[in-house]
């Protein structure tokens, strides 16, 4: 009996010394010299001099990129990584501008209706072939026609004629648009002669895709032949953790040196000594967004009482430990002269209010709301959960019903079929256009159906006007219209919490939902 | 040869109601994969024509018959979202998690064998509460949990992996084996606990047998019973529940993939579901229902070879 238990245990030990072993031989290779952490207590991360040494850095990223094909993709997260690949004619600024790219020289003549564009001399696409006018004529057309169902633009049906002479391409439009140049920024030039642009990304971008995993990783390499300042860091790899825990533990361990949009819980638990937490915002605005069209929200003063029942600030305390700008209306702060802070508080937090409200307009007993939120956006589901409790006291029972992704897309935004819905809408193409533009009531994509004839007025003049101040004026009388009508509970600009490994700089901000790499670099 | 052409039929058969069952399940849930790639700004025309060039304007059964008639041609289709063949996506993926797989399945042999025998000792004794409850709770914690807590313990302290960055298979198959390793105590946790009740259990009621008390009243002693006799006729139950432990542990591995971030089969689903890319999810569920069968069948085979009269059993149904 005895020997068999020491058979057993000797085993065991064997199993565990192998076990050892092998992680201790390993180990060698896999952390850093031992030199520069020895200070470092055991359970902080230490600088991966590995990847600094080699001037590259890894960056998590929650979820796969839905395309490569600058043309095709649509998620916001691929938007973002992209921008360091893909250019148009012309490309923004962190400070907000709009700059020439492909092209060098952009004018506008003076009713606004024609665009002249140079192309750049010397532009390279990733597989060293020059740009030609041929090139940006194809972009633009895959863009423009409809053949290729995807890649489809709406906003470029306004061009009605494009011509071009030697490396002049002149865009004629069909009605006069101080917006236009936003969205010929979404025209990324590609190469004509590329018949796989999703397997084979190939654009004109400061970094150049070297290789792709799905669901793993996509890394990108810096671009000597780049037009531009180019980027400074050689390699620069996204891993896809889609696991909020895993990206947490991916800094943690060293595998990772930047993860943009955390939670302030998430950033709590990283050692101050290893990671630099960078608060920008996620220039979106998150609402509870109601369906005009449907009793009970089909009545202002019902609208208006949830907005006096919502206490702004007190959700962005509990859901968000603080971070976040209130916001009053469909426009947040990066559009510096369009936004209008005073509307913030234009309906002070209070219930009572609400009830009398709500009496008024034949609810004496308070209303019901199913609240419908996309499951796989905790910040939205936790704001949903908060609002709820809020609005017990203004006699408003909130039920909230979490719904995926895809159902949410289906019904809520393109179904219109839901009573109350939160989420965050952005600007991709930094126009304020497109964040009011949405609640004319014949626009595709009102999905809150709001109906006010004086609104849908004041939008076309704003939409045409050509004179920037006289269209800042008419957008900042929408702001207010949307706030008076109480169009939508609006909550908050959300912060974009980045954290940044230790010895990593030149991280900016831009107003847009993007992560622009070619400005960051080691220490 | 009657047992093999049955087996290989009832591995066709599970196979094509697993494929269909999943159409089905596609077909009546809501969202459609064009809806996922033209994102919120599309417009009902540009979702009317990419429904027309994925295909999914045809009536359910034209798609899954075009589809089953794909596959048996080795043509898995290729995915909605990567825009490239099924089998060229999922196959790095395949190899990384039946490598998961294999590596726990071997641990659990060798572990909760010895161990469940070795814990028949402590029946009645003094400290079999104390075995029990540490059973119960290895059963119980969540590998999520135990997951995070091993990638904490052995990653970020031990530096003996790094969480968050899988090393290629290829180009550096140590460090991938290493970190699979830990994926796979993390995996294994639970099956072994549940094997050591199974095998403690089995043990017993061994032991209570007529064959075992003539054995010992005829002068042999208890251990040699255990090992010549008991251990033998336990055998076919063990095997029996190692094979549904091998088919569980792909299932299982979902959870795993996901914190220790490895890119494999069972997190390329889950996402594949949520987009919707039906093709990539009908490969995988495939695969997965013919994992599940090939275990059952490894499993038979090897009890007709211990236990001969399954073998005669077998053959006269």
């Known amino acids: 009996m005895k020997k068999h238990t020491m058979a057993i245990l000797l085993s065991l030990l064997l199993a565990l010394a192998l076990l050892a072993g092998c992680g201790g031989s390993g180990s060698t290779t896999a952390t850093p010299a031992p030199g520069t952490n020895n200070q470092t207590p055991a359970t902080q991360a230490p600088v991966n001099t590995g990847r600094r040494a080699t001037n590259e850095i890894a960056i998590g990223v929650a979820q796969d990129f839905d395309s490569l094909d600058p043309h095709h993709m649509t998620a916001a997260g691929t938007k973002e990584v992209l921008f360091n690949v893909y250019e148009g004619l012309v490309k923004p600024t962190a400070d907000g501008r709009i700059v020439p790219a492909v092209a060098s020289e952009v004018s506008a003549s003076e009713d606004g ?91 004109t971008g400061p970094y150049k895709v070297a290789s792709r995993a799905a669901q793993d990783s996509l890394v990108l390499e810096r671009f000597a032949d780049y037009w531009g300042e180019g980027g400074k860091l050689d390699k620069v790899t996204f891993k896809i953790l889609e696991n909020a825990e895993s990206l947490v533990l991916g800094l943690q361990s060293g595998a990772l040196d930047l993860v943009s949009h955390m939670t302030s819980d998430q ?12 608060q920008g915002s996620m220039n979106l605005v998150q609402a509870l967004y109601l369906n005009n069209a449907r009793a009970p929200f089909d009545d202002v003063r019902v609208r208006q009482a949830l907005c006096y029942a919502t206490n702004k600030q007190g959700m962005i305390d509990l859901a968000f430990d603080g971070f976040g700008i209130p916001l009053g209306t469909s426009m947040f702060p990066s559009f510096g002269k369009y936004y209008d802070e005073s509307l913030t508080d234009y309906y002070e937090y209070d219930p009572a209010r609400a009830r009398e409200l709500l009496a008024e307009a034949g609810y004496p007993d308070g209303i019901d709301v199913t609240i419908t939120v996309p499951s796989n956006y905790t910040p939205h589901v936790n704001t949903a959960q908060v609002l709820a409790e809020q609005y017990k006291a203004a006699n408003i029972r909130a039920t909230i019903q979490p719904v995926e992704w895809n159902t949410w897309l289906r019904d809520v935004y ?39 004839p004086e609104y849908d007025e004041i939008l076309a003049k704003a939409v045409s006007a050509i004179d920037d101040a006289e269209q800042t004026a008419y957008y900042r009388q929408l702001e207010r219209i949307l706030t008076e009508t109480a169009a939508n509970v609006y909550l908050q600009d959300m912060a974009d919490l980045v954290a940044v490994r230790s010895g990593l700089k030149g991280l900016e901000f831009y107003p847009l939902y993007v992560l622009d790499v070619s400005t960051l670099e080691w220490e | 040869m009657k047992y093999t052409i049955r087996r290989i ?14 159409f089905l399940a596609f077909e009546l849930v809501s969202g459609d994969p064009a809806q996922t790639m033209l994102g919120t700004e599309a417009t009902p025309e540009q979702l009317a024509a990419l429904r027309h060039e994925l295909g999914l304007d045809q009536p359910f059964f034209a798609r899954y018959f075009r589809w089953l008639g794909g596959f048996f041609t080795g043509d898995l289709g290729s995915s909605y979202i990567y825009r490239q063949g099924v089998w060229g996506l999922i196959a790095p993926k395949l190899s990384l998690t039946l490598l998961l797989a294999l590596i ?138 190692l094979g549904q432990t091998m088919a569980e542990l792909v299932g299982g591995s979902i959870v795993v993939e996901q914190v220790f971030g490895i890119p494999g089969l069972g997190r390329f689903l889950v996402s594949s579901i949520s987009n919707r890319d039906y093709p990539v999810v009908q490969a995988i569920v495939v695969l997965l229902a013919f994992w599940v069968v090939l275990a059952g069948t490894i499993a038979d085979l090897i009890n007709q070879r211990v236990d001969p009269r399954l073998r005669l059993g077998g053959g006269a149904k």
């Not at chain 1, 839901?418 to 994509?445: H, V």
């Not at chain 2, 639970?190 to 003539?214: C, D, H, L, N, Q």
């Not at chain 2, 019973?225 to 139950?237: A, E, M, P, Q, Y």
């Open chain 1, 414 to 452: 393109n179904g219109r079929d839901f009573q109350a819905t939160i989420t965050g809408l952005t600007s991709d193409n930094m126009t304020a256009r497109k964040l009011l533009e949405r609640f004319g009531s014949t626009i595709d994509n009102n999905f809150c159906n709001y109906s006010n």
């Open chain 1, 113 to 203: 209706l024609t665009y002249t564009l140079k192309l750049r001399a010397g532009v390279k696409f990733h597989d060293g072939s020059a740009v030609t006018m041929d090139d940006v004529v194809y972009s633009l057309n895959r863009r423009m026609s409809g053949e290729d169902a995807a890649a489809y633009l709406k906003a470029l049906d306004i061009i009605s004629e494009v011509t071009t002479e030697g490396d002049t391409l002149t865009l004629t439009l069909s009605e006069p648009s101080g917006e236009f140049l936003a969205y010929l920024m979404n025209v990324y030039v590609i190469p004509a002669a590329n018949a796989d642009p999703e397997g084979k990304p190939i654009g």
């Open chain 1, 267 to 278: 950033t709590t638990q990283l050692s101050a000594q290893s990671f630099r937490i960078e």
């Open chain 2, 104 to 241: 726990s399945f071997i641990l659990i042999t060798v572990i909760s064998i010895p161990l469940g025998v070795w814990s028949y000792r402590f029946v009645g004794g003094p400290f079999d509460w104390l075995r029990t409850t540490f059973n119960q709770l290895c059963m119980a914690v969540p590998p999520f949990f135990v997951g995070i807590l091993l990638c904490w313990i052995f990653g970020i302290i031990l530096h003996l992996f790094t969480p968050g960055d899988f090393p290629a298979l290829r180009s550096d198959p140590g460090g991938a084996l290493r970190h699979l390793l830990f994926a796979s105590i993390c995996l294994c946790i639970p099956r072994i606990a549940m094997t050591v009740r199974m095998m403690r259990s089995t043990v017993i009621g061994e032991m209570e047998k007529a064959y075992v008390r003539t054995a010992i009243s005829r002068g042999n002693d208890r251990r040699q019973v255990l090992t010549r006799h008991v251990l033998k006729n336990s055998l076919t139950s063990t095997v029996t529940f």
């Open chain 2, 9 to 22: 039929w009832m591995l066709v058969v599970t196979m094509l109601i697993v494929s269909f069952m999943t």
